[in-house]
């Protein structure tokens, strides 16, 4: 067709179809996308899983909501519907940056820096995501930057009933290896030695109040961890667990028992706060050292990660400021080459939301699967999910939009604390 037919054919199509009438088509289609959705309420269950745990539902005048989780007992729910509730109510839930902004510097007065304030801002934030990804038909990874894996690797805490027995840990390693979720790595504990073996403290050179470990406890660790590596084989990872309780001559003496065993980690073995024996623990340690479930914002992680004070960043996504402070704490560790993985003792709301930022972090190495003491296929119940949450040994991420999931109410509803009542 040349230059003259095409003028001729648009001149027919424009007789046929009136200009004003295509744009009205289209701005018809499109006035639902330009109202506003506002937040209606902010509503929370404080429920029993592994910890207290406080969920959180988001409301919108579009009739969609978004759930999160705000973990690790009590004092969380008093924040969110005290301080924070009325901060967002009204707001547009896409501006999630701006609102979390704004719900750190309303509550600066009140412990913004850490603790339980953070944790409350946190599962509001985690919330306001799978709200996002619902209103946008889109999974909380995509928003949060893209996709790079399709599951997170998922490591168990848990260990024998007796690592110094050989038969005990073949019993578990038999256990994992036959186990319906199909995890590759565990997280045992290292500091259950001296408690276990010495309870009332009886052995020489035992203080509890100092927690120093004598050439006893150490050759017991060592010991421990050689049997459970023998008993699992070279195809498992192993995390050596610790409290946040030695100094660092005893938690390097410790990093050079557990070598032998190729661990993945020894995590966490001082108090939370850096100092300068982070960074001197971490230059001689033999295996690398692994820290952060405890600290909060980018801001808790930067002097670790300038200061090489770890070789792996761990938080707590849905504690440490939710998942966009978990991102930006990923982009600073990717600057100095460090990796991270996430610490969890959440339901599955909180898990899963810490996999989809898991999934679109580059250097992401694992995600711990901690159920207490409820039974793992108990643990899964607490929400309806495709699948299962874990398998393959991995934390899946659905094709959904938000998170993916819903709240099994049949399940949840048992898990009620006293006093408690549905989404009150």
Not at 22 to 41: E, H, Q
Not at 279 to 302: C, D, H, Q, W
């Amino acid at each position: 067709m040349g230059q003259t037919g095409r003028r001729n054919f648009l001149k027919g199509v424009g007789a046929m179809v009136p200009a004003a009438a295509v744009l009205s088509g289209y701005r018809a289609m499109a006035a639902p996308l330009l109202k506003k959705v506002k937040i209606t309420d902010v509503k929370t269950m404080f429920v029993q899983a592994h910890t207290q745990t406080t969920l959180v539902r988001i409301d919108t005048d579009a009739g969609i909501s978004g759930i999160g989780e705000a973990y690790w007992g009590r004092g969380v729910k008093e924040v969110i519907m005290g301080y924070l509730r009325d901060l967002v109510v009204g707001e547009d839930p896409l501006n999630i940056e701006p609102l979390f902004t704004k719900m750190m510097r309303t509550t600066g007065g009140a412990g913004a820096q850490g603790g339980v304030t953070v944790t409350a801002a946190s599962g509001v934030e985690i919330a306001l995501w799978d709200l996002a990804g619902k209103l946008l038909g889109l999974p909380v990874c995509k928003l949060l930057g893209g996709q790079y894996r399709d599951g997170v690797r998922a490591y168990w805490t848990n260990y024998p009933k007796n690592m110094l027995d050989p038969a005990s840990c073949r019993e578990f390693a038999d256990m994992l290896k036959g186990h319906l979720f199909g995890i590759t790595a565990i997280k045992a504990d290292a500091d259950n030695y001296p408690r276990k073996y010495d309870p009332q403290a009886l052995e020489p050179g035992h203080d509890f109040v100092t927690g120093h470990l004598t050439e006893k406890d150490i050759a017991r660790i060592g010991k421990g961890f050689s049997q459970l590596r023998e008993a699992l084989g070279d195809d498992f990872g192993i995390a050596v667990h610790c409290h946040w309780e030695f100094d660092w001559i005893d938690a390097l003496q410790m990093a050079r028992a557990v070598a032998p065993a190729n661990p993945m980690w020894l995590e966490d073995p001082m108090p939370p706060f850096y100092s300068e024996s982070w960074t001197k623990l971490t230059a001689e340690s033999p295996v690398p050292i692994l820290t952060g479930e405890n600290l909060y914002l980018n801001r808790g992680f930067m002097p670790f990660i300038v200061n090489s004070g770890c070789h792996i960043v761990q938080p707590d996504i849905p504690k440490a400021g939710g998942l966009l402070q978990s991102k930006k704490i990923a982009d600073l560790a990717e600057l100095y080459d460090m990796p991270m993985c996430a610490h969890i003792a959440s339901t599955p709301v909180g898990a899963i939301a810490s996999a989809h930022c898991a999934a679109s972090i580059r250097d992401f190495r694992a995600q711990e699967f901690s159920p207490g003491k409820l039974a793992p296929e108990d643990w899964e119940k607490f929400v309806i999910y495709e699948g299962g949450v874990i398998r393959g040994g991995k934390y899946r991420i659905l094709d959904k939009p938000g998170l993916g999931l819903e709240i099994n109410e049949d399940f949840t509803r048992k898990r009620l604390m006293p006093g408690e009542t549905w989404w009150d």
